[in-house]
């Protein structure tokens, strides 16, 4: 800095001992003691804007004496120090804040005082920078971040330089724990789910360290069957029928041990299920009709669905069912209202029976599916005791003196049949008005009463009754002539029982009694009219067979009645024009002539059945004009009982209807 001055009165003596007295606090100035230059010291650090001019007291000597302390004064001369900034370092762990000292501390001033000029408020990373005062900042790391991170400050000394340096943070990775999503899956009714890795439950879940990650279950299904692999990836079987909500609970790991749990939702929609088919019985009485109830089709449906229909693709190997008395087909639907209403009803075949009688197979709908299996109807008819059946002429024609003969070759057999009690005994009495019953030869029965007399009891076997009656002789009373009466009685009470009436001579006119529909008084007057032609074929051949005795078959005419509708036309009535109308009257006559060895007239039967047979008949007859004299008696017999009741027959028909037509 300079040598201090100093005047002593000796000039010849040498100053000496120069020394600063005060004022030099700091150390900044050292003063030379031999020659009194001041200097600045090594620490010396002056700086204008803090103290701009420094006193020192300095003394000296001159080897005697001492001087006093007298002031020297040091003026700094003013210059532009720039600042300099130094950077920092800190350490912190992810996802902690940190404070850090005074930054300022290690950065060079320049002209003081310097101040915080400019801060990043945010890192380099993302973190957050903020100015607590005095130098000191605080520092959070962005979320989940590790590894190096910075942020900038600047600074100004009291000139106005600046100075930017950086605050290094070290932010030391740590574990973060998995972050699970619930997730939510969804399959329908009855359907296995399989979930692949790809879509399974680790999907959505997080772990930000980027870790592989494993799952565990916790808490298993509660209506399904669960297979939860460690990849996330499973397979779900909801329980049989069940919808509605299901889920489970699993827990996501990371290497480090760290977890999360989880829920997984499971959404299984309904879906309409097949109803079930179950086999079923139902019981009836032999001879009768059964109606089908609902319950009677075994049906249960998971939904709570009613039945719908059902369907037979089965039919029953005997017996028949009915829809609205129509026979049903194989495979033929019938709805539940049919069912309830009572239309569908089974009908065994006439005096058949049995445990398992026959059985159905049906399948049920709910109204929008059928069941997958066919259920089996078993049908239990109960055998019950018929009583049997008389089967008889309803009237014969024979001529004064001759016997009659019941043999079953000359279409007038007396018939006795039990359908359930063939094998066990019982009784049977004919009696006539007038004349003699007696047999052609003796019959094979338990006992015979009254033979050769009016009235017989038989007493034997169903079978070994009817084959007596085809050996019983009819003989009338010596030149009677008129109606005889043969009445048949049968059943345990003499409940069953038909009456004939034997035509004896050669009458003008027949009346037959054979019902409360026809009786003598109400029988009309009788206009002949063609007759029809196959009542006039068989007249013509037993002409032709016999011309001697022609007159029978005369004698026993009865011509067809004009039937109102045919006399518009003027012309021979069809066959198919006669049935036709027939088959129009409500109540009619009926043959049954499946065999021309049997014939009964019955009221409420069905003409087309006797048409059908009459002409079957005469064509397996084979009967035509070759037939001659050679004809047997027997031939002759059988011809004219066809022809008389046939005749008789058709007469009688056309009255009824006629008698329907005036008396509805």
Not at 270 to 279: E, G, H, I, K, S
Not at 486 to 505: P, W
Not at 519 to 535: F, G, K, L, N, Q
């Amino acid at each position: 800095l300079g040598f201090i001055e100093a005047e002593d009165a000796d000039t010849n003596t040498a100053l000496q001992q120069w020394r600063i007295t005060s004022g030099n606090d700091d150390g900044f100035f050292v003063l030379d003691s031999n020659s009194g230059e001041l200097k600045l010291s090594a620490t010396a650090s002056l700086d204008y804007e803090t103290q701009p001019a420094f006193t020192l007291y300095v003394s000296v000597s001159d080897g005697v004496h001492t001087s006093t302390s007298t002031a020297v004064r040091i003026i700094v001369a003013n210059a532009d120090e720039k600042p300099a900034a130094a950077d920092d370092l800190l350490t912190t762990d992810e996802d902690q804040r940190v404070t850090t000292d005074n930054v300022f501390t290690n950065d060079t001033p320049g002209d003081n005082p310097i101040a915080l000029f400019a801060f990043a408020g945010s890192s380099t990373q993302g973190g957050d920078v903020s100015y607590l005062g005095d130098g000191a900042f605080s520092y959070t790391p962005k979320p989940d971040f590790n590894g190096m991170d910075s942020f900038t400050y600047t600074i100004r000394d009291a000139s106005g330089d600046l100075s930017t340096a950086n605050v290094w943070i070290m932010v030391n990775a740590v574990n973060d724990p998995v972050i699970g999503e619930e997730d939510h899956y969804s399959t329908e009714e009855d359907q296995t789910l399989n979930v692949t890795a790809d879509n399974g439950v680790l999907g959505n879940d997080f772990d930000i360290d980027q870790d592989k990650l494993s799952v565990t279950l916790i808490d298993n299904t509660t209506h399904g069957q669960l297979q939860l692999n460690a990849d996330g990836s499973f397979r779900y079987t909801p329980n049989r029928n069940f919808n509605g909500s299901d889920g489970f609970i699993y827990q996501v790991a990371d290497p480090a041990g760290t977890t999360s749990k989880v829920h997984v939702a499971l959404d299984i929609s309904a879906t309409n299920d097949a109803p079930n088919a179950l086999d079923s019985r139902v019981t009836l009485d032999e001879d009768s009709r059964y109606v089908f109830t609902l319950q009677d089709f075994g049906f249960s449906d998971v939904d709570g669905d009613q039945l719908a229909a059902i369907e037979i693709p089965r039919l029953p190997e005997a017996g028949s069912i009915l829809l609205n008395d129509q026979p049903i087909s194989s495979g033929e639907v019938v709805s539940a209202n049919d069912i309830a209403a009572g239309h569908l009803v089974f009908i065994p075949d006439q005096n058949t029976f049995g445990e398992i009688y026959a059985t159905a197979g049906f399948r049920v709908f709910d109204g929008s599916t059928g069941s997958q299996e066919t259920a089996s109807l078993a049908i239990s008819v109960r055998g019950v005791d018929d009583p049997p059946v008389i089967v008889t002429p309803q009237t014969l024609v024979t001529l004064m003196n001759n016997d009659v003969s019941f043999d079953t070759g000359l279409a007038r057999q007396l018939s006795l049949q039990d359908i359930d009690e063939k094998t066990q005994l019982q009784s049977v009495t004919l009696r006539v008005s007038s004349g003699t019953l007696t047999f052609s030869s003796t019959p094979d029965l338990n006992s015979i009463s009254g033979t050769d007399s009016a009235e017989i009891k038989l007493t034997g076997t169903a079978e070994a009754i009817d084959d007596a009656l085809s050996q019983l002789l009819f003989i009338p009373e010596t030149g009677f002539a008129g109606e005889v009466k043969l009445t048949m009685v049968a059943g345990d009470h003499g409940e069953v029982n038909a009456e004939l009436t034997l035509f004896i001579g050669s009458p003008a006119g027949i009346n037959v009694e054979t019902s409360e529909h026809v009786s003598p008084a109400a029988a009309p007057d009788i206009e002949r009219e063609t007759v029809h032609p196959v009542i006039r074929k068989l007249h013509g051949l037993l002409a032709a067979v016999s011309p001697s005795r022609a007159y029978h078959a005369e004698a026993m005419e009865i011509e067809q009645l004009q039937i109102p509708e045919f006399q518009s036309t003027g012309e021979e009535p069809s066959e198919g024009l006669i049935r036709q109308q027939l088959k129009e009257n409500r109540e009619i006559w009926s043959v049954d002539m499946a065999s021309m060895t049997s014939v009964t007239l019955n009221p409420a039967g069905n003409p087309q059945a006797y048409f059908d047979a009459l002409k079957d008949t005469v064509e397996s007859q084979n009967l035509n004009q070759t037939n001659n004299a050679a004809t047997s008696e027997l031939d002759y017999w059988k011809l004219l009982g066809i022809a008389g009741v046939a005749s008789l027959t058709l007469g009688l028909l056309a009255w009824s209807y006629r008698h329907q037509k005036n008396n509805p």
